[in-house]
Each structure stands twice: as structure tokens, then as C-alpha cells.
């Protein structure tokens, strides 16, 4: 089974100060992960992925994350926020081991909400 | 070009009317998805389509009614919808249906069942 946790409903940050908004996953298998963000009234749109390979993933728009295999994590980051990144996050899991309950259906979190202040 | 469009943006029907939602990709890519999202919610997976054969039904009710017409095009019918029904319909696609591939969405129609 794959399951996801975003543990925070919300983040807020200065503009100008480095952001994180933080995920955790549970897979049997091999995790594969994806971060998207959401703008108001807007679809979900992709921003980076972890499939294999270097732990630090960059991705659109300067975001950057880091998978943590020991601790299960794959926090989203970027070095210095700005407002207009005021959004909704989902970080969302794959489970790559299709038989102990794995799936090729994504498991969304529940959703960040980044707010930057001007 | 990687968008994924959705028509129409807005739908409002009332619960004895039939509609439908339409998606197009131009992408190639082989799998396509619904998702129904209520307000600051993560999207909820409806039907997956791969190589335009309907590959995942979370068991949603009869009254949502996927198709496939071909590879670039997926459409949603509604008939009989209640209140509660009343969501973001998303469409997705990705190259393939598989662990690896990132999903593209489309901006979405706002329904709401009167």
C-alpha cells in the first residue's frame, strides 16, 4: 500500500526567504514521487519528479526538492520565495512494487498552502 | 505543446439534464484521466483510460459516463447529477499509464448541479 502526508495545512514565508513545504511517504516498493502546485481556480500543474538517480531533484520555476530514504521524505524547497509562488501544493506517491499493493494510481497528500508575504 | 484543454470552464445543470465535458491533449500521450476536486482539496481519482480502453473505475456511479473516442480526446457525460456532485472536474493525461510519468492537467470544469 502507498500513502502520502503533507503535516502542514498551511506555510507562511517572507518573500525573499527560503520556503519548504514538507512530505512524507509510505510505499512497499520503490517510491516514485511528484510535486504540483495548484493556483486559485487553475488545474494542477507539474513541477518535478523523483524517479532515481541524484537525491536533489530541480524542477520549474527555481523549486527544488530532496529525497530522504531513511527518513521517508521528499520536502519541497526553494531558496527564495516569492509571492506570486502563493499556491496550493500537493506532493503525490507511486508505488513501484505492483505486487505488494502497489499502483500506478497516484496518492495526492492534502494539500499545502504556501502563502508568501510581500 | 503540453496543455491539456477542457471544455466548456463553467457548467451548471440542473439534476434531470444530461451534459457533457470534454478534454483534448495533443501530447501523444496514451493514458488519460478524470478527477472530480471539491475546494482545497487533493483531486480524487474517476477512470483512467490507456491506449483509449478504460483501464480504472474507482467505482463511480452509473451516472458519470466516460469516453474515449480516440487517443487525443476523452469526454465525461453527465446525467442525473445530484447537488453533491457539484466539484473542479479535472481532466490529466500522461505518456503512458505507468509509475514513472508525470500527469498534465487541464484548467478544469467548475460544474454545479442545481
Known amino acids: 500500500a502507498q500513502s502520502v502526508a503533507q503535516p502542514e495545512d498551511q506555510v507562511n514565508v517572507a518573500e525573499g526567504n527560503p520556503l519548504t513545504v514538507k512530505c512524507t511517504y509510505s510505499?512497499?516498493?520503490?517510491?516514485?514521487l511528484f510535486w504540483y502546485v495548484q493556483y486559485p481556480n487553475r488545474g494542477l500543474q507539474f513541477l518535478l519528479k523523483?524517479?532515481?538517480?541524484?537525491?536533489l531533484v530541480k524542477g520549474s520555476y527555481g523549486f527544488e526538492a530532496e529525497f530522504n530514504k531513511s527518513q521517508t521524505s521528499f520536502h519541497l524547497k526553494k531558496p527564495s520565495a516569492l509571492v506570486s509562488d502563493s499556491a496550493l501544493y500537493f506532493c503525490a506517491v507511486r508505488d513501484g512494487e505492483l505486487l505488494s499493493g502497489g499502483s500506478y494510481i497516484p496518492t495526492f497528500g492534502r494539500g499545502t498552502s504556501l502563502i508568501v508575504h510581500p | 505543446d503540453t496543455e491539456v484543454t477542457q471544455t466548456p470552464k463553467h457548467l451548471v445543470m440542473g439534476m434531470t439534464n444530461k451534459k457533457s465535458l470534454k478534454c483534448e491533449q495533443h501530447?501523444?500521450?496514451?493514458?488519460m484521466y478524470w478527477y472530480k476536486q471539491k475546494a482545497k482539496k487533493p483531486p480524487e481519482l474517476m477512470f483512467v483510460?490507456?491506449?483509449?480502453?478504460?483501464?480504472i473505475n474507482e467505482s463511480v456511479p452509473s451516472r458519470f459516463s466516460p469516453e474515449c473516442p480516440n487517443s487525443s480526446l476523452l469526454n465525461l457525460h453527465l446525467h442525473a447529477l445530484q447537488p453533491e456532485d457539484s466539484a473542479l472536474y479535472l481532466c490529466a493525461s500522461s505518456q503512458e499509464y505507468s509509475v514513472s510519468y508525470e500527469q498534465y492537467f487541464g484548467p478544469g470544469t467548475r460544474l454545479t448541479v442545481t
Open positions: 523523483y524517479i532515481t538517480g541524484d537525491n
Open positions: 510505499v512497499s516498493g520503490n517510491p516514485y
Open positions: 501530447m501523444g500521450h496514451r493514458a
Open positions: 483510460y490507456s491506449y483509449e480502453k478504460l483501464s
